[in-house]
């Protein structure tokens, strides 16, 4: 399963606590009341000096990888651990708030999305392909 991330229990503790607190206003400003509600989840992620997405998919279920720099294969080995780490404590949360949502993808693996506007030798602009994808990117049809 993808969620088996080891993490110690009060790292992971913090890190649930955290982001449940994020979630929590980031849904007081938003339309929606709830996760409930919300049927695509963005999860920008820094790692090093790179941005890519998470995406998670509730109305039709998957886990996607949106990253500008192409690659073969489905998890490139640098995603790996951060992916693992963050759809854990998605899990975690869901479990907790969506008890429903949660079944629907825990069992899940991500895949990478293949971006027609993939690049190979651009490393400055990572930032702004992630924030065009999310401005954009309406799931699978």
């Known amino acids: 399963m993808m969620g088996d991330y080891n993490l110690s229990k009060k790292r992971e503790e913090f890190m649930l606590e955290n982001f449940r607190l994020n979630m929590q206003s980031i849904l007081c400003d938003s339309p929606f009341s709830s996760i409930k509600a919300v049927e695509m989840l963005f999860l920008p992620i820094l790692q090093g000096k790179h941005f890519y997405l998470l995406n998670f998919y509730f109305k039709t279920p998957a886990i996607e990888i949106a990253d500008n720099m192409k690659y073969k294969g489905k998890l ?65 049809k």
């Open 76 to 140: 490139k080995a640098k995603h790996a651990t951060r992916v693992r780490m963050m759809t854990k404590i998605l899990l975690s949360y869901l479990k907790q708030e969506s008890p429903k949502m949660y079944a629907n993808i825990k069992d899940l693996e991500p895949t990478r999305l293949d971006l027609p506007w993939g690049t190979t030798n651009n490393f400055a602009d990572c930032g702004v392909f992630a924030m065009r994808h999310m401005e954009t990117y309406h799931g699978k």
